[in-house]
Structure formats: structure tokens, C-alpha cells
């Protein structure tokens, strides 16, 4: 994979995933400090000229930096769920399509100590660069599963003890009304048409977030952070109840 812009390439570094860098003529102090880790890790730098970074890059922001990243290998649900440190606090992606909104909730998952996403690989955004700079590093440090059908992903979150809990805007429970202490999985649904109707039936409990302004619904990344900071300030406050 690619990654390019500064912050999200240092982070890379510091999951110790890059296996090359490539620099342009800028010089600045944020890219020397690239620069440092990536001498101190043993990362091999390429010097090469800005028309490449704009080629490779797709004319993407990538401030004079590129970075080539191995993957972090594949995962599975139970993964997930048994590398968390505490009771799980993961994210399924059911369909969405823009690398943007995936990369946004990853930064979420990683600010708010999540433990992880489940993504389906079919009809769903790709892990790309787009993804990768809008997530601001957090591609690097958040562990990810991919899955071939949600629905049998939210069966075996069960079969862990995790409860699944899905986000629609017409939901009759509030978010905030839900136990976020014990072991849980945000459902989100995709941009356009939301969840689809089998993986919302696998749901444990369906639940919404209140609007009272004059637009209807929150983008999904929003709705991922709303929710999964609700469940830190409710960790905050109560003792673990499931591992």
C-alpha cells in the first residue's frame, strides 16, 4: 500500500511498517523528523522528483513524502476480540463507500481506544491512500478484519460475548441509553441506504442519535465518533464488566 503526507507517513514509521520512503526536493523541520525516524528504523530514502509523488500520489497531498507500506496482515473477528485490552470496543462497516468516511472513523477507533474495524471487502471502500491521509495515521495502528459477509461477522461477535449495536437515525432508543460498558460493536450502515436489512435484523439492539436542528442525520464518521466517545465516557465511569 501507499501512504503519503507527512503525519501519516511518520505514523507508518512508528507501527514499523514502511519498507520505503520517497522525498522530494522539500525540506522542512516535520519532514526532517520523517526523515530521522526513518534513519533510526533502518528505512531505505529515495530521492526522486516532485512529477513522481504527483504521479504515484494521484495528485493527492503528499507534502513531498511517500511512503511504500507492507501490509499489517490479515485478521479475524475473534482476533479482535481477544487482542482487546479491556471489553472490546470494535466498529463494523456494513458497505461504505467513501475512503474519506473509512478514514475518518479509523482515526475515531484509534483517539477514542477502540480496539478495531470489520470492514466487508465487497461493494466497500478500498484501504487506500485517500483512506490512509484521511484517517491521519491511524491506518497504521488500528487493527482491521476483513470479512466476506457482515452478517456472518455480527453471529460470531455474538458467539464472543460482544453485543452488536446498530445506528439508524429512526431508531426508538437513544445512544446514549445503551450500556456502552460491556463488550461492544457499532454497527454503522452505508452512506446512501444505511444498513441493509439482514444485517440489521443480526443487530442486538438498534438505537439512534437524537437530531434537533434542521438536517436529519450525521455523517456516518460522525456518528462513529459521537457513539464511540459516548462509550469512553461511560468506561470512564464505571468499573469493566467483560472482557
Not at 71 to 80: K, N, Y
Request: net charge positive; proline share 4%.
Amino acid at each position: 500500500m501507499i501512504v503519503y503526507g507527512v503525519h501519516p507517513v511518520f505514523e507508518a514509521l512508528r507501527a514499523g511498517r514502511v519498507k520505503r520512503l520517497k522525498v522530494g526536493a522539500r525540506s522542512d523541520a516535520r519532514l526532517n523528523e520523517v526523515l530521522a525516524l526513518a534513519a533510526r528504523r533502518g528505512v531505505p530514502v529515495v530521492r526522486v522528483e516532485p512529477e513522481l509523488l504527483d504521479r504515484e500520489s494521484r495528485r493527492g497531498v503528499h507534502q513531498g513524502v511517500l511512503a511504500e507500506v507492507a501490509d499489517a496482515g490479515s485478521r479475524s473477528v475473534a482476533d479482535l476480540v481477544r487482542g482487546a485490552s479491556g471489553p472490546p470496543l470494535l466498529v463494523v462497516l456494513d458497505g461504505i463507500e467513501d475512503p474519506q468516511n473509512v478514514g475518518a472513523i479509523l482515526r475515531s477507533i484509534d483517539a477514542s481506544g477502540g480496539h478495531g474495524v470489520i470492514r466487508q471487502t465487497r461493494r466497500a471502500a478500498t484501504l487506500d491512500a485517500a483512506a490512509a491521509k484521511a484517517s491521519a495515521g491511524a491506518i497504521a495502528h488500528v487493527p482491521i478484519a476483513s470479512v466476506v459477509n457482515v452478517a456472518r461477522a455480527l453471529e460470531e461477535l455474538k458467539s464472543l460475548g460482544v453485543w452488536t449495536v446498530a445506528l439508524a437515525g429512526e431508531a426508538s432508543q437513544t445512544y446514549d441509553a445503551v450500556d456502552l460498558t460491556l463488550p461492544t460493536a457499532i454497527v454503522l450502515g452505508s452512506e446512501g441506504t444505511g444498513l441493509r436489512r439482514l444485517v440489521r435484523e443480526r443487530c442486538d439492539l438498534v438505537a439512534a442519535i437524537p437530531m434537533t436542528g434542521h438536517v436529519g442525520s450525521l455523517n456516518v464518521s460522525v456518528a462513529a465518533g459521537v457513539v464511540l466517545f459516548e462509550a469512553v465516557r461511560q468506561r470512564r465511569g464505571a468499573a469493566p464488566r467483560g472482557s
